[in-house]
C-alpha cells in the first residue's frame, strides 16, 4: 500500500516551453501533498505544499507563477514548470501523505526534468 | 527554524565493515519527528524509519539500527555488516508535529554518500 506514481518519469523539452508533472497517489486518498526539488549531489528542498481543493503554500524564494500546483482531488497534484529554461533543470520529487492524519510522508519515483 | 546537519559527505568502507551515519537536528518543537530515507541511483527516496520525539527507543532492523538521544540532538544510523546493494545517499529528516499531532513538512539534511566496496 501506499504507492505514489510520478509522471513522466523523465522529460527533455526546449527551453521557453511548459512541462506539467503529475504526481498521483494511487490507493490512498491524499488531502497533502508536497513538491521537492534536487539538484545533482544535493538534498531536496520543498517547493510547495499543495491541499486538495485550496491554494499551495510556496516555500520562500519559489515562484509562483513559474512552479504552478494544482491539487483538484484528492489523488493528484500536478506541478507545471512555466517557460522552462536551462536553470530549471532538476530532480523534482512529490510525495503525499495519506488523510488528515498521517504522520509520514510517501515519495514518488521522481520526475528528471531537462531543459535544453 | 529546524536544521538537520548531516556532517558526513562521504563515507568509503569495504563490505562487512559496519558503519554510522551520523545526524544531528535543531528544533524548537516539542513534538517532532525524525526519519531516515535512503536514495539509490534510481534516485526513488525509500523510507527506512520514522521515530516521534518521544519514543527515545533505540530501534534494530536486521542489519539496520538507529540511535536517538534528546540529549545530543541526534540520529544516527548504524549499518552492521555493510553491503554493496547499501550504497546510496541516505537522507536525515526533520518534520515538525501540527497541531492536531500530524507531520508536516520534512526539512532534510545535506544526505551522506555512501559507498560500500568488495
Known amino acids: 500500500g501506499a504507492v505514489v506514481s510520478q509522471h513522466p518519469s523523465r522529460v527533455i523539452c526546449k527551453s521557453g516551453t511548459s512541462v506539467k508533472i503529475e504526481c498521483r497517489s494511487l490507493d490512498f486518498q491524499a488531502t497533502t501533498m508536497f513538491w521537492y526539488r534536487q539538484f545533482p549531489k544535493k538534498s531536496l528542498m520543498l517547493m510547495a505544499t499543495?491541499?486538495?481543493?485550496?491554494?499551495?503554500?510556496?516555500e520562500q524564494g519559489v515562484e509562483k507563477d513559474k512552479f504552478l500546483i494544482n491539487h483538484a482531488s484528492l489523488t493528484l497534484s500536478t506541478l507545471t514548470v512555466t517557460s522552462a529554461h536551462p536553470e530549471d533543470s532538476s530532480f523534482y520529487i512529490c510525495?503525499?501523505?495519506?488523510?488528515?492524519?498521517?504522520?509520514?510522508?510517501?515519495f514518488g519515483p521522481g520526475t528528471r526534468l531537462t531543459v535544453l | 527554524a529546524q536544521k538537520v546537519t548531516q556532517a558526513q559527505t562521504e563515507i568509503s568502507v569495504v563490505e562487512k565493515e559496519d558503519v554510522t551515519l551520523d545526524c544531528v537536528y535543531e528544533?524548537?518543537?516539542?513534538?517532532?519527528?525524525l526519519f531516515w530515507y535512503k536514495q539509490p541511483p534510481s534516485g526513488e527516496l525509500v523510507f527506512l524509519i520514522r521515530?516521534?520525539?518521544?519514543?527515545?527507543q533505540n530501534e534494530i532492523s536486521g542489519r539496520y539500527s538507529w540511535n536517538f538521544q534528546k540529549s545530543t540532538s541526534s540520529f544516527n544510523f548504524t549499518i552492521t555488516a555493510s553491503q554493496v546493494v547499501d550504497s546510496a545517499v541516505y537522507f536525515c529528516a526533520l518534520s515538525e508535529a501540527t497541531n492536531t499531532g500530524t507531520a508536516s513538512k520534512l526539512t532534510f539534511g545535506t544526505g551522506t554518500r555512501l559507498q560500500v566496496t568488495l
Open positions: 521515530r516521534n520525539s518521544f519514543d527515545e
Open positions: 499543495s491541499n486538495e481543493g485550496s491554494k499551495a503554500t510556496y
Open positions: 528544533t524548537r518543537d516539542t513534538t517532532y519527528y
Open positions: 510525495s503525499a501523505k495519506p488523510g488528515l492524519a498521517g504522520v509520514s510522508q510517501f
